[in-house]
């Protein structure tokens, strides 16, 4: 299907286990995203690639790892998972020609 | 320090009234705003947007206002319809390319 889709949609894990959240988009945008999102501070950015092989910091970036092989997929890794991650990642992309981002559906993360 | 602030963390309307949702930012080099709307379960979507050099836009029931010298914009949405319950939240950015930074959100509720 086209579009931007994130697998797992929810995902347990324990504190101290690494955890990958992937990102897969078919529109062969240029930009791809990594937000989190938690009560009282909308949606963070975490890290973004502006395309393969080259990524950049967010603003919350500490305790994640990103990489970009291939223009369609953004993984991202939590390498020691924190009770703090626990969150809702939501991954987007966008052409750097268009100012709108699409939102994948999210992946429900649970760090107990 | 959030540079872009939500004050209200959620908002009742009655079916066929207007919605008002209020948005102010404190970064005055932001030159272009959007709004995402995000249903439970679902990632974003982009609404509408505005630049600097605009101070309304209008796209069927949903406008926005911005206010330059207030660091403030809203978006109305007329007439209100039961549909249109869900987290909107206002963004911003410095350039049409660069990263976007969200607000907390709103989530509104439309009573039929």
């Known amino acids: 299907d086209a579009g931007i889709t994130q697998s797992p949609r929810y995902k347990i894990t324990e504190t101290g286990r690494q955890v990958t959240l992937m990102c897969h988009q078919t529109w062969s945008h240029s930009y791809m995203f990594w937000y989190r999102q938690d009560l009282g501070h909308g949606l963070r950015l975490i890290y973004y690639s502006a395309a393969a092989d080259i990524t950049d910091k967010g603003e919350v970036p500490d305790g994640y790892v990103v990489s970009r092989s291939k223009t369609e997929n953004f993984p991202l890794t939590l390498e020691s998972a924190t009770r703090s991650q626990t969150s809702v990642y939501f991954c987007?992309?966008?052409?750097?020609?268009?100012?709108?981002?699409?939102f994948g559906p999210g992946t429900r993360l649970l760090v107990l | 320090d959030q540079q872009v602030k939500q004050n209200s963390p959620s908002l009742s309307v009655q079916e066929g009234r207007i919605s008002i949702l209020n948005c102010d930012y404190t970064n005055s080099m932001f030159d272009y705003f959007l709004w995402y709307k995000k249903y439970p379960a679902e990632g974003p979507t982009f609404l509408i947007s505005?630049?600097?050099?605009?101070d309304k836009n209008e796209d069927g029931r949903f406008t926005v206002f911005l206010n330059k010298s207030a660091k403030h914009l809203s978006l109305h949405i007329v007439p209100s319809q039961p549909g249109d319950s869900a987290v909107y939240f206002c963004?911003?950015?410095?350039?049409?390319?660069?990263?976007?930074?969200f607000g907390p959100g709103t989530s509104l509720s439309v009573i039929p």
């Open positions: 505005i630049s600097s050099i605009k």
């Open positions: 963004a911003a950015k410095k350039t049409s390319y660069d990263k976007v930074i």
């Open positions: 987007a992309s966008s052409d750097f020609k268009l100012e709108t981002q699409y």
